[in-house]
C-alpha cells in the first residue's frame, strides 16, 4: 500500500512568488492535513480537510490556503511568499476522526530567497 | 488551549543504555489522544503509538515502552537498550477526540553513540 506522497520534493522560490504543494494520501484515507516545520517555531498545524471541506484551521495569515479534491488530493498553496515561509511543509493523511492515526508524508522543503 | 512540553531538547546515550523521553500536556478536554512519532533525517514522521486518554494502560512493543499517568499529565516514552538506528528526533502531540488537529510538543533529538 502506497504511503503519503508530496511533490515536489524541494522548491526555491523568491520572496512575492506564489507556490502550490501537492499531496495524495494513502488510499481510502479521506482526511489530509498540513503542517509547517520550522526549527523556530516547531510542527505547527496549517489546516486539514475531510471530504473536500475545510474543517480545521491553525493561525495563518490568508496567505495560506488550501483545497482537497474528490479524490482527497490536496493541494496548499502560499501567496506572496516571505523570507519566513521556508520551512519543511508535511502533509498527513488518516482514514477519519474514529481513526486519528495520522501518516506523513516525506514533506515539501520550500525555500524562499 | 492544548499544549505539549518535551522539557528535553536534547540527549545522547551510548548504544544499548536505556533512554526515557519525557512528554507533558495540558488539554481541558476529558478525552483526548496522545501520539509520539519519530522522525529521522529523511524528515518523514513516523507514527510509533496512539493512546486514549481513557485507557492508561502501559504498551510495550519490543524496545519501545509507554507510560502513561493522567494523574500527572504525562506520557513518557522508553527505549530499553538503544541502537543507533533510533537516533532521530522524536516528537510527543496531542489532539482532540474527533479533531485531526495535532499540538506537538518542541521535539526532543536523541542521538544514539556507538
Known amino acids: 500500500k502506497a504511503g503519503v506522497t508530496q511533490t515536489p520534493r524541494y522548491l526555491i522560490k523568491t520572496r512575492g512568488q506564489q507556490v502550490t504543494l501537492s499531496c495524495s494520501p494513502i488510499?481510502?484515507?479521506?482526511?489530509v492535513s498540513w503542517y509547517q516545520q520550522t526549527p523556530g517555531q516547531g510542527l505547527q498545524f496549517l489546516f486539514e480537510?475531510?471530504?473536500?471541506?475545510?474543517?480545521n484551521k491553525g493561525n495563518f495569515p490568508g496567505r495560506f490556503s488550501g483545497r482537497q479534491f474528490s479524490n482527497s488530493r490536496s493541494e496548499m498553496n502560499v501567496s506572496t511568499l516571505e523570507l519566513g515561509d521556508s520551512a519543511l511543509y508535511l502533509c498527513?493523511?488518516?482514514?477519519?476522526?474514529?481513526?486519528?492515526?495520522?501518516?506523513f508524508g516525506q514533506g515539501t522543503r520550500l525555500t524562499v530567497v | 488551549a492544548q499544549k505539549v512540553t518535551q522539557a528535553q531538547t536534547e540527549i545522547s546515550v551510548v548504544e544499548k543504555e536505556d533512554v526515557t523521553l519525557d512528554c507533558v500536556y495540558e488539554?481541558?478536554?476529558?478525552?483526548?489522544?496522545l501520539f509520539w512519532y519519530k522522525q529521522p533525517p529523511s524528515g518523514e514522521l513516523v507514527f510509533l503509538i496512539r493512546?486514549?486518554?481513557?485507557?492508561?494502560q502501559n504498551e510495550i512493543s519490543g524496545r519501545y515502552s509507554w507510560n502513561f499517568q493522567k494523574s500527572t499529565s504525562s506520557f513518557n516514552f522508553t527505549i530499553t537498550a538503544s541502537q543507533v538506528v533510533d537516533s532521530a528526533v522524536y516528537f510527543c502531540?496531542?489532539?482532540?477526540?474527533?479533531?485531526?488537529?495535532?499540538?506537538f510538543g518542541q521535539g526532543t533529538r536523541l542521538t544514539i553513540n556507538p
Open positions: 498527513a493523511s488518516s482514514f477519519s476522526a474514529n481513526f486519528p492515526e495520522a501518516f
Open positions: 488510499s481510502g484515507h479521506r482526511s
Open positions: 480537510y475531510f471530504s473536500e471541506t475545510q474543517r
Open positions: 488539554t481541558r478536554d476529558t478525552t483526548y489522544y
Open positions: 493512546r486514549n486518554s481513557f485507557d492508561e
Open positions: 502531540a496531542l489532539s482532540q477526540v474527533g479533531a485531526q488537529k495535532l499540538v
